[in-house]
């Protein structure tokens, strides 16, 4: 058996979904999942579909998806065939372990399926946490003035190991156009806030100031607009008058840590659409 | 346009999607949403599907669907007509207010698109809220000896209301088989408990003594096995050691009124299919 | 036994807590309550007791408690006795009814032990609720050009009544610094937002437009800073890319009609005190 | 400065908040946090306080307190000084990795403030995480012939290093009351699930067949009655039908290590004191 996802979208008309399933069905293809969705203020069809085929010969498919769907109904899509070769993704880090120690504990015990090829930094702290997960690790150091220079050795790295998609660790950079033209969608950030309160560098003291009693953070898909690219999960804590800067920070933590690695795995599961700016999150 | 919500189950088997979806393609209906789950254990799949039709003879449609699809196939299904006359739900409660007082306020305003006959209760001291929303109040007493004699009552205002289903409010009676026989997955109950955790009669005072650290309430289907029929919607709150029984209760009131509300709204707008005594909630 | 609630702040110094509970006990009190809060950044110290007293003289204990104890420790403090007349808790409302129908639902049921003299409102289609818990309903419209002589109406009511503290149940014009002044920290707020995110009037359509993953509500005492005073209770619920903004203000309507009335407890608990446009909230 | 931490429960009377406070200014400490809780239906009396002094003998201290309050008051109490050496934690576990890279994670980092003399299993295949942190691995097979003398070993270790704690990390084993005594409120174990539902050794597979829509995971100390011990932490997750078995448990997993950490952190802060099989948890 072989199974594929598809991820669909288009602007939205009648017949659509029937002319999808028809179009697998004629193709020997039997559909597992379908899910849809219809942004209704832009008027766009969204399509997630997995399907399992005996024979597939994906360039023959791929050709007839593209004449048969995709021009007549102006489709985008992807298609992904499952039990290939491991997505590859790169970790960025800086100081903070915590997301580094949870990732690679979910690696290592394989419930994320993917392959590292190497973790950067612009601190040479974590290294040892690398050493001892057996991953290659790259300290490319960042300032203003050797930023541009930075970017093209991390870039290289990137391209050298033809890397899917990067996580951004509690990397404590800001990523430029350069790099993210390159992964567009495919850079995943966590925020160390419930967006979009408290944007920018030190939203916990923000929110300390602030008097909130609940905190939170968020994972999204990086854009040249600094946290404000597509929500992929956020999760929220309850905190009190109680807590100080450090306890805030502490409790933001375990919520950075698993909101990060459950947007890593939605994204892998290829289960994200992006939508102006927004995203869509199959289940 | 005229638009429905079909509902169908059957032993999962390949082109089951494909076949509804042409189907519905070739009868002139858009399919607008279209949701499936399969039930990997059990080997069931369950689909949940809204169509819009320019035109629709209802009766002919439904001939053809039951030859060409539903024989086949061997379909269980359901077929729902959208802005035709409301669904007809009838409330029973017993001596608290706030589960009643939420869903009449929504009621009112129309966020639940519900005709409600009438309320049933064993007691009388909920009236003067039914006459402030001008609603039909039956005061049915239960006792051990009169609780047949109640039930038939019951069953006659049910049937002579034409009513659809039931919602009990924190109606503190049990519902025997013959009332339950007669609106299968159609008597929404609210537990002022985190099922399975705590179920009979005093849940909260178990929660007390037990210390737990979260309490909850469960919206279900009844069953004749008391309080283990498909949970619907479940929501929890944070309580601890500073709460006695009584705040306990009144945390509870809060999520028992929200739950069963949200509950309601799932079984109207037919997002809910029964499955091995499970539900499943469709988006 | 009469029973007090002492609610203490002043400058952080050694030995306050044991001078506070020492002058309890000579003056023949049983403290049963008692916690406190340190501001460590302002270096501020907050206290909330609960005593009994066999016999009280108020008059007394009030004296000795200003010579001893408030001006050699330069203290903040108010002392409420319990079981004397209900709170006076004034309720404005619009259009929108969930808030109003919860908090007198509430309020009939004693879950809010307060005395409600009226209701304003700048609209009067809320009139039939108010009537139906027998409350005296105001209808004082507002708009640009009336808006002082309103204001006037409203405060020569408030006065008249004597109203401890006012309730606006999703009232959607803002409260100037004229009424403020009068009512200072007394004046609570419910925002269809989780702040500081979606501050302003529609909340609802920028979370949407934002595509975030969980919505908020947060009561607050209303100060001159519009969405800016002092937070007391906030709640929040996970949403999906299938919700519409409708659904989003639906969603929202629970969470604003639970957070609004738990700020209202407390409130009447007399467990707030704040601190530097924050709050404590004493369990 | 030395710092201290006094927790004190005895039979509920008045004066005792007063005589605490009272004795702790004469002594020439300052408290710097006091709270208290009352059981009444057991009228007992809990109280947390913790005070600095300029200077303290802690033996004098310790001597006056039990002649001046700890007899007339009849008081349990336990006093612990800040800044000494470091409390030691066992880590128990055995085939699952989450919890103990979590824990050691956090060790490292220094987010726990312990002293972790050795890891102890019944398997032998998470020895190289033990080792990575260069932490002692003792692998002691269990099974049914062999835990007596393994117990054994256990303790011998235990008592070796002065042992003050011991965290189950998901370890498979039932301790037996011989452990348990040793070490009564010192055994920290985190079970599957949201206790008291699905007590026992499958939990995410009762979740699955009761399809519950909510998921938790209870942190306990460990009593001789499985499962029951008094709950120190609990935190819940929102799943649905589209979650399987497999999903259950990865979602769980995400609770576990959390709760774990959180109640192992009140612990160490002495934060936690045990009434009747419950909790008190002070802020």
Redesign the interface.
């Known amino acids: 058996m072989k199974k594929i996802t598809l991820l669909i979208s288009c602007k939205d008309k ?2 659509i ?3 999808v ?2 179009f ?2 004629k193709n020997k293809g ?9 942004d ?1 203020e832009q008027d766009v069809f969204f399509m997630r579909l997995e399907c399992e085929f005996k024979n597939l010969d994906s360039k023959s498919f791929t050709l007839r998806f593209e004449n048969n769907l995709s021009k007549p109904f102006a489709l985008t899509w992807e298609i992904y065939t499952h039990n290939e070769t491991l997505p590859k993704m790169a970790v960025f880090v800086s100081k903070y ?2 997301c580094l ?2 990732i690679l ?2 690696y ?2 394989q ?1 994320l399926k993917v392959n590292i090829p190497f973790i950067i930094s612009n601190h040479d702290i974590l290294k040892p946490i690398a050493d ?1 997960f057996k991953i290659p690790f790259y300290h490319i150091p960042v300032t203003k003035t050797i930023k541009v220079e930075a970017e093209k050795m991390q870039l290289r790295l990137l391209k050298q190991h033809n890397v899917d998609f990067i996580v951004l660790a509690r990397y404590m950079q800001i990523i430029t156009g350069k790099l993210i033209e390159q992964f567009p969608n495919n850079i995943i950030n966590i925020h160390h806030s ?5 944007v920018g560098a030190k939203p916990y003291h923000s929110a300390f100031k ?5 905190i ?1 953070a968020t994972s999204h898909y990086v854009t040249e607009d600094l946290d404000a690219g ?2 992929i ?4 804590a ?1 905190v ?3 807590f ?1 800067i450090k306890d805030l920070i ?1 409790k933001g ?2 919520l950075e840590k ?1 909101v990060l ?2 947007a890593i795995k939605q994204h892998l599961n290829r289960k994200v659409m992006v ?1 102006n ?5 199959f ?1």
């Open positions: 009648p017949g979904i029937a002319n399933t028809d697998i069905s039997n559909i597992t999942y379908v899910d849809q969705h219809v209704t372990d915590h120690y949870d504990g979910r290592k015990s419930e001892s419930f967006l979009p309160a408290f602030r008097g909130v009693k609940i939170g597509p929500i999960e956020q999760d929220v309850r009190s008058h109680t100080n502490a933590r375990d698993i690695a459950n939508n700016n927004k995203t869509i999150i289940s």
